[in-house]
């Protein structure tokens, strides 16, 4: 049975970093690439970016470039990504979601900026 | 990057009665291989997105066949034969034909 395993819920301060995991189970991380997608509270989703974990290739959406950072550790078969100087509009759930189908889901990380 | 507009935003339904949701992409999905990267997911509250269609028309394992995928291009349809309680839910169609990946505006669906 696949499944994808986030991290906890996480409250964190304005200014810092936040690194979330995704603990892929019943496959080969190294199989499919690992999408992120963002959701504010009553809001739609909005696809962060990509990476191939065979090779660490991302590709990021534009507006997230300076925000996330995926990577991916073939040995844990866990993927992460890491959200640098966050600010309120960064409060969000994160998922993790399993190839370009978005055919398996994470159950989500509630990340709360707030001092 | 693509748009995905999605109509409508709300959709209220008594159960057993059918429905359907548009998505329209500023752009054709076609990729040149023949395939068109267009699939729909449900974010019902409080679990995480499901996948319903993928590539257009298919539909994914385990997901019951009173839902459907149509269409082409630019032009995109899901329907749901008989809507069910469980249906309930944000609807959003999403594109992996051009990066960066996009996704609709959602629809609402909400029992009448």
């Known amino acids: 049975e696949v499944l994808l395993q986030q991290s906890g819920a996480e409250l964190v301060r304005p200014g810092s970093s936040v690194k979330i995991s995704c603990k892929a189970s019943g496959y080969n991380l190294t199989d499919h690439y690992m999408h992120w997608v963002k959701q504010r509270p009553e809001q739609g989703l909005v696809w962060i970016g990509r990476i191939n974990p065979a090779n660490g290739n991302t590709v990021y959406a534009e507006k997230f470039k300076n925000k996330a950072t995926l990577t991916a550790d073939k040995s844990s078969n866990t993927a992460y990504m890491q959200l640098s100087s966050l600010t309120s509009e960064d409060t969000a759930t994160y998922f993790c979601t399993r190839s370009g189908y978005f055919d398996y889901w994470g159950q989500g990380v509630t990340v709360t900026v707030s001092s | 990057d693509v748009v995905l507009t999605q109509t409508p935003p709300t959709l209220s339904a008594t159960i057993g009665q059918s429905v359907s949701i548009s998505c329209r992409s500023s752009?054709?999905?076609?990729?040149?291989?023949?395939?068109?990267?267009l699939h729909w997911l449900v974010k019902r509250p409080g679990q995480s997105p499901q996948l319903l269609i993928y590539s257009v028309s298919r539909l994914e394992s385990g997901v019951p066949n009173r839902f459907s995928g149509s269409g082409s291009g630019t032009d995109f349809t899901l329907k749901i034969s008989g809507v069910e309680a469980e249906d309930l839910g944000v609807y959003y169609c999403v594109q992996g034909s051009h990066a960066p990946w996009t996704f609709g505006g959602g629809t609402k669906l909400e029992l009448k």
């Open positions: 752009q054709s999905l076609l990729q040149s291989n023949g395939n068109t990267y």
